[in-house]
């Protein structure tokens, strides 16, 4: 498997997420039927500067060999904040919010795959010099 793919696009979700929660908590909270005010606004944009770091923390390290003993803290890091992400959307959202729960059960499948096998290197082809 290319690890760099997976995470790369983990942390573009979870720049993604970081942004909209930093910026944009008010908006957030109205749309979800939350209020609006006082600290459930400072807790998201927490939360937002949370998924921007692990995000950055992913986006660096794309290139790093991962899976079975490399890189071990950050697969594990991974995969427990999208398996458990996912253990809890479940059981919070409702059905309309399918996508966002898929979303965090493919990251948690593929994130538990490099955590429990050995990594495959990824071999570059060389181009051929005449």
Do not use: D
Not at 23 to 48: C, D, K, N, S, T
């Amino acid at each position: 498997m290319n690890t760099r793919w997976v995470l790369a696009g983990s942390a573009l979700v979870m720049g993604a997420i970081g942004m909209a929660a930093s910026f944009l908590p008010h908006e957030i909270l109205q749309y979800l039927g939350a209020p609006a005010v006082g600290i459930y606004a400072l807790l998201l944009q927490l939360m937002g500067s949370l998924y921007l770091g692990f995000g950055i923390l992913n986006w660096m390290s794309r290139r790093v060999l991962i899976g079975g003993i490399y890189a071990r803290p950050l697969a594990m890091g991974n995969f427990l904040h999208f398996f458990v992400g996912a253990m809890a959307l479940i059981k919070a959202l409702p059905v309309e919010y399918l996508p966002l729960i898929s979303i965090y059960a493919i990251f948690a499948a593929l994130f538990g795959v490099i955590c429990f096998r050995h990594p495959v290197a990824v071999k570059e082809v060389e181009p051929v010099v005449k």
